[in-house]
């Protein structure tokens, strides 16, 4: 399976400011995902981001508030914008191992841990 | 609405108690069920991938199960380092997202 990374693995931040999070993957991928998974909850899908093409947000998320770029097959960055405490989570980035003998199945990164004060 | 839910929301054992975890979805059309395990502080680890009912898979002392409703995650002679959270999630036709479950949290004690 794929090795995903992340940076940062955690950060303090203070209201109205924004934090880029990077997702490196070991392997070319199609698609990359990001999720959130906020304190003692269970994991949201953010966006769909594809290489070439615009990221497709699921509902309740905006591009605004989480613009995300995917300049090549091994790279992608989430920011997250103007910070509010509501923002502190746990933002994840997963790769799907369409290539590979378990079809279909998407793997994660470590983790960025977020708190906004 | 797609969903998926867990119970129990959390699980104490003692080392060798075996015991199963549940895992209830209700989706417009399914076409795989993920099992993780979730660390404190990691990002899920995978588990298992059933794609139909009846299909059994197993790891160690793990063994997932899925019927046309629910998928189980039996754990047998279960030890200390079992202790984790674990996590379901339904992959739905024609779509890429995974819809999660609030994870179940077991603690083995010894």
């Known amino acids: 399976s794929a090795v995903i990374s992340q940076k940062p693995s955690r950060d303090i931040c203070q209201r109205g400011t924004s934090l880029t999070i990077q997702c490196q993957v070991d392997s070319q991928v199609t698609m990359m995902f990001w999720y959130r998974q906020q304190p003692g909850q269970s994991l949201t899908l953010i966006a769909t981001?594809?290489?070439?093409?615009?990221?497709?947000?699921e509902s309740g998320f905006v591009i605004d508030k989480f613009p995300i770029s995917r300049p090549n097959l091994t790279f992608s960055t989430l920011t997250v914008s103007n910070m509010s405490p509501e923002d502190s989570s746990i933002y994840l980035c997963?790769?799907?191992?369409?290539?590979?003998?378990?079809?279909?199945?998407?793997?994660f990164g470590p983790g960025t841990r977020l708190t906004v004060l | 609405e797609d969903q998926v839910t867990q119970s129990p929301e959390a699980l104490r054992l003692q080392e060798g108690e075996s015991s199963s975890l549940n895992c209830s979805y209700t989706v417009s059309g399914l076409r795989g069920l993920f099992w993780y395990r979730q660390d404190p502080g990691k990002g899920p680890e995978f588990l298992f991938t059933?794609?139909?009912a009846g299909e059994e898979k197993e790891k160690e002392r793990l063994k997932a199960t899925l019927t046309k409703k629910e998928s189980f995650l039996h754990i047998t002679a279960p030890k200390p380092e079992d202790s984790a959270t674990y996590l379901c999630a339904a992959r739905i036709q024609g779509a890429q997202k995974l819809v999660f479950g609030q994870g179940t949290r077991l603690t083995i004690n010894p």
């Open positions: 059933l794609y139909s």
């Open positions: 997963s790769v799907e191992d369409r290539a590979g003998v378990r079809a279909d199945t998407q793997y």
């Open positions: 981001a594809n290489q070439g093409s615009e990221a497709t947000y």
